[in-house]
Structure formats: structure tokens, C-alpha cells
């Protein structure tokens, strides 16, 4: 089991910079992929960022350049910097993670979310 707590977000106007940061605790060791998710009013939920266990990155199309995803593996946390935020960033924003148990088995864990409102 991995728990997730997210801290961060907030208000902040286009064209601002805001910084999420995420705190994992259970079994960290077993987690092979860590990022964020985000999910905006009406749309479904959508990868923005994650970093696997050999630190490589997937971002979305939508914010790459933009957003810059990091990991502290000694602090369990994972932190996703977003700069020139625009209006269409506005969404919760969740940490996940994926663990991957005896080589096999892959879990799921989700955060509470976070709330990023970019006012235009």
C-alpha cells in the first residue's frame, strides 16, 4: 500500500507559476512510475506528467515546456513545477503512483487532488 498527499496549488494568474509537490509513505520502494493526473470540470482525468523509477519522463503534449516534473527518492516526494500557466490548466490535479509487486503484479494509488485555478 502507497498513500499520497498532495500540498501546493492554488489561485494564480495566466501567464504565472505554481509548483505541487507530493509526499508518498507505505511501501515507496515498490513504486515504478510516479506523476500527476489532472481532471478539469465535465473532461476526464489526463496524464500531465510522470517519471519512472529510472527517472524518465512523459508529459503531456499540453504542457511540455511548460511543466517540469522531479523526484527526491531519499524524500519520497515528487514535485511537478508549472510555469506560464494559461487558463485551460485550471483542474484538479492528483498524484499517482504505480508499483509493481514481485515483478508482476501492478497497483494503482491515487492522491486526494489538488485544486489549480488559473484566472484568465
Known amino acids: 500500500q502507497v498513500q499520497l498527499v498532495e500540498s501546493g496549488g492554488g489561485l494564480v494568474q495566466t501567464g504565472g507559476s505554481l509548483r505541487l509537490s507530493c509526499g508518498a509513505s507505505g511501501s515507496t520502494s515498490d513504486i515504478d512510475l510516479i506523476g500527476w493526473y489532472r481532471q478539469a470540470p465535465g473532461k476526464q482525468r489526463e496524464l500531465v506528467a510522470v517519471?519512472?523509477?529510472?527517472?524518465?519522463?512523459t508529459y503531456a503534449v499540453s504542457v511540455k515546456g511548460r511543466f517540469t516534473i522531479s523526484k527526491d527518492n531519499g524524500a519520497n516526494t515528487v514535485d511537478l513545477q508549472m510555469n506560464s500557466l494559461k487558463y485551460e490548466d485550471t483542474a484538479v490535479y492528483y498524484c499517482?503512483?504505480?508499483?509493481?509487486?514481485?515483478?508482476?503484479?501492478?497497483?494503482?494509488?491515487w492522491g486526494q487532488g489538488a485544486q489549480v485555478t488559473v484566472s484568465s
Open positions: 499517482y503512483a504505480e508499483t509493481l509487486v514481485a515483478g508482476r503484479y501492478r497497483f494503482q494509488y
Open positions: 517519471i519512472s523509477s529510472s527517472s524518465s519522463t
